[in-house]
């Protein structure tokens, strides 16, 4: 064999080997979230409710543990209704296609801003320019797969096990800053049921976790649930964009 041909043939296995053992992507698991993420896209509406507990970094006693439920009452493309209750307290957002409103029943206050004429492009926008974050959002992104892919190293399926004895497909993977977890349903609807993701690149590995409960597919809405009605003596606000560094 001419020893140039060897040599490419060598690096070229070598190569491959290398590849192999820096990644580690599971087809099935990627066919799960495929079944997964054309499932909420083919839905015209829904609602779920997102129990939330995350973890705040505290200088004197390191990592507390906060919680959130919200209902999300969602109507593609255009309408979205979160009502949220935690340890910060209660909120709500209204968006119509036009406007985002943020209230705040405690203080009775709201913010309001024109935005984007879709969900997830106001959710993009919304979250980047004022740190605002929406429960799930990332399952409702058309990419949710390809972006899962462009970023992880590890993607692999551990088998079926049950959250609040629903069945479910357990999906596990890492990226540079982070690892995460996900429990799709073992159904006909493919639903996310829970989700962990570990911040492994910040000060004490802070946790978010999530379950996604009550799932109701397709229901029909009236379009005043998603029109904020401004109660008395109610103060108006701004919305304050994150600084940038």
């Known amino acids: 064999m001419n020893k140039k041909l060897f040599l490419i043939i060598i690096i070229c296995v070598l190569t491959t080997q290398l590849q192999a053992q820096s990644s580690n992507i599971d087809t099935v698991a990627i066919s799960i979230l495929d079944n997964m993420s054309v499932m909420i896209g083919e839905m015209t509406s829904c609602s779920v409710t997102v129990n939330a507990n995350y973890d705040v970094h505290n200088q004197e006693l390191g990592l507390i543990k906060r919680s959130n439920e919200s209902q999300v009452y969602l109507e593609g493309p255009d309408k979205l209704l979160i009502r949220s209750e935690g340890d910060k307290g209660s909120r709500a957002f209204y968006y119509n296609g036009k406007t985002l409103i943020y209230y705040s029943p405690d203080k009775n206050q709201f913010a309001q801003i024109e935005t984007l004429p879709t969900i997830v ?6 979250s980047k320019t004022y740190g605002i974050d929406f429960p799930a959002a990332d399952f409702l992104y058309p990419t949710f797969v390809d972006d899962i892919l462009a970023d992880t190293k590890n993607l692999v399926y551990l088998g079926i096990t049950k959250v609040d004895g629903k ?30 993701i570990v911040y492994t690149k910040k000060e004490l590995d802070p946790q978010y976790e999530a379950v996604l409960s009550d799932w ?4 029909v809405f009236p379009d005043a649930l998603f029109e904020f009605k401004a109660p008395p003596k109610v103060k108006k606000i701004k919305f304050v964009p994150v600084s940038k560094k």
């Open 216 to 219: 109701k597919i397709n229901p």
């Open 167 to 196: 069945e479910c497909f357990h999906i596990a993977g890492t990226t540079e800053d982070k690892t995460f977890q996900f429990w799709i349903s073992n159904d006909a609807y493919s639903l996310p049921v829970k989700v962990v």
């Open 121 to 126: 492009s106001m959710i993009d926008t919304v």
